[in-house]
């Protein structure tokens, strides 16, 4: 069993971006497990809250990153580069930094996205590479969602109405599944 984590960087009720990440739910390969995990409830990071504890619900993700055979980022672009809610989380998840090997390192991570401008997130998806490559993760490279225009893509609901889009989901979950897959 092959088992993916799936973070949306957007805390927006009608997200783009989370309902990419729903969209994906159904598509996931016979053997896999997309799991959806919320960074609503972490904090903004701070040396001096760290010096109390990192919070339980930072541990409780780590753990679920640690466990899994893969992260996937559904992330926003904010000003050409990463969403600020999410790299946030991500920082968080990198505390204490003696645990990052044990959560990050050789971890399969991929980032897609959606927004409603004509470049689908691309600025940011380059932005998350220096620090996938500081956290020593393993990125899947071999395939790329950019999802633009996404209010011609997601309906008033959040339901994916674009049968495209959802083929080239599908790839890419299958794409990543596999490699995320693989013992190496
Ligand atoms: C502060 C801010 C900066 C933004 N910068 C960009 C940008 O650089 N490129 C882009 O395509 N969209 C940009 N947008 C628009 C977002 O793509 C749009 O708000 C999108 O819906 C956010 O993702 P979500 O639907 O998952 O919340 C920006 C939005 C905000 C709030």
């Given at each position: 069993m092959t088992t993916l984590i799936g973070i949306s960087g957007s805390l927006r009720r009608q997200s783009f971006n989370s309902a990419l990440l729903r969209a994906a739910l159904p598509l996931v390969p016979t053997g896999v497990t997309l799991e959806i995990a919320s960074i609503r409830e972490i904090p903004l990071y701070d040396g001096d809250v760290e010096d109390q504890g990192v919070p339980a619900v930072v541990t409780e993700l780590k753990d679920r990153i640690a466990m899994s055979n893969g992260l996937l980022l559904v992330s926003p672009e904010y000003n050409n580069s990463v969403p600020g809610v999410l790299k946030n989380a991500i920082d968080w998840l990198t505390r204490p930094s003696a645990d990052v090997a044990r959560v990050f390192h050789g971890r399969a991570v991929a980032v897609l996205g959606a927004s409603p401008?004509?470049?689908?997130t691309q600025l940011a998806q380059n932005a998350w590479l220096p620090v996938f490559r500081t956290l020593r993760t393993r990125p899947w490279f071999e395939g790329r969602l950019m999802v633009s225009r996404a209010a011609a893509v997601f309906d008033e609901h959040g339901e994916l109405i674009d049968e495209k889009v959802r083929g080239q989901l599908r790839q890419f979950i299958e794409g990543f599944a596999e490699f995320a897959g693989e013992t190496h």
């Open positions: 401008g004509p470049f689908g």
